[in-house]
């Protein structure tokens, strides 16, 4: 079996910081329903105080994850345009000209 492409590669590398992204979203909701709800029950537990300070602690660890992770997300957008438009002049296979436009539009669409 050949080797990946470049153009596979670079796909594969937005789609996964895309996906990567997306979790991070993720657990950041999770994570502000965690203290909305600590924040609800407060002074039902001794340690809430902890808790409260631990969660916010988290909050702000997974918003730190952003700038950098959007910014990695940028740079492989833009390798990816590049190696696009190599193979499109090398006769890349329409498949991955597909796949590679797809992933750029998704990676376009979840940055706005």
């Known amino acids: 079996m050949a080797p990946p ?3 596979a590669i670079a796909t594969s590398s937005v789609q996964r910081l895309v996906k990567e992204e997306a979790s991070y979203h ?16 407060t002074g039902e537990e001794e340690n809430a105080e902890y808790q409260l300070k ?9 918003k730190a994850v952003f700038p950098p992770l959007r910014q990695r997300i940028t740079d492989a957008l833009q390798k ?7 193979g499109q002049e ?8 597909a796949k590679a436009k ?3 539009q998704q990676a376009k669409a979840a940055a706005n």
Do not use: H, N, P
């Not at 631990?54 to 997974?62: F, K």
């Not at 990816?80 to 190599?86: H, N, T």
């Open 102 to 104: 797809e992933v750029i």
């Open 54 to 62: 631990q969660e916010r602690a988290a909050i702000e660890e997974t």
């Open 80 to 86: 990816l345009e590049d190696q696009l438009e190599l």
């Open 26 to 41: 993720k657990e950041l909701t999770q994570q502000q329903a965690r203290l909305e709800k600590l924040l609800a029950s």
């Open 90 to 97: 090398r006769g890349a296979s329409e498949e991955e000209i």
């Open 5 to 7: 492409s470049q153009l």
